[in-house]
């Protein structure tokens, strides 16, 4: 089902592109798998939100909990699970922030409660109650009143370059399909791994 003579990028691009036209749910929602300093593993939901500059692009705070496992330690992986179709794309890789320029550009995209949420949330912190958010979300409404909402600089992007790509098919009987490219150097190095 891969053609290892095509860029994996190609294939990844070909792939989102079906399921987001099989109207698989939230098809750009991938989990994202980080490591403390300790060592102690911790994943979530985040969304893909562009493939650029040979990663892949999602945003978020960074002084959140996944900002401060990527600063301590930048090796992460990437899940995205289409059970409907029986596939998933494994990516592991390096996560490196983005430039200034490149998370004010999405930013400003952003609905604006959503930038507003960016600056009223200490995302990952213990909070008191619900009305403490709310507050804050009334205070910087406020501030920002009749204004364009700026990037805080807390909150921005990462780009995960990846070191390997995993292309997983299920198959009756368990028999599943899994095809890899790994970096090596500048190249990709390919095979398929037993399921």
Not at 167 to 191: D, P, Q, S
Request: charged content about 25%; proline content about 6%; some cysteine.
């Amino acid at each position: 089902m891969i053609d290892f003579n095509k860029d994996p990028f190609e294939h990844f691009d070909r792939l989102m592109k079906e399921a987001v036209a099989k109207q698989v749910p939230e098809a750009n929602a991938m989990s994202l798998a980080t490591v403390d300093e300790k060592g102690v593993p911790s994943v979530r939901i985040v969304y893909l939100k562009n493939v650029s500059q040979g990663g892949f692009v999602f945003f978020g705070n960074y002084t959140s909990h996944k900002g401060r496992d990527i600063e301590a330690n930048p090796h992460v992986c990437l899940n995205f699970h289409w059970p409907v179709l029986w596939q998933q794309i494994r990516i592991t890789g390096t996560a490196q922030k983005i430039s200034a320029a490149e998370s004010d550009a999405y930013f400003a995209t952003r609905a604006r409660l959503s930038q507003i949420g960016a600056w009223a949330s200490h995302q990952s912190d213990i909070i008191p109650d619900r009305d403490w958010l709310a507050r804050r979300v009334r205070e910087y409404e406020k501030q920002f009143d009749g204004q364009v909402v700026p990037r805080p600089p807390h909150w921005g992007g990462w780009r995960v370059i990846p070191s390997e790509i995993e292309f997983w098919f299920g198959l009756n009987g368990r028999l599943h399909e899994r095809y890899v490219y790994a970096r090596e150097g500048n190249a990709w190095k390919t095979f398929m791994r037993s399921p």
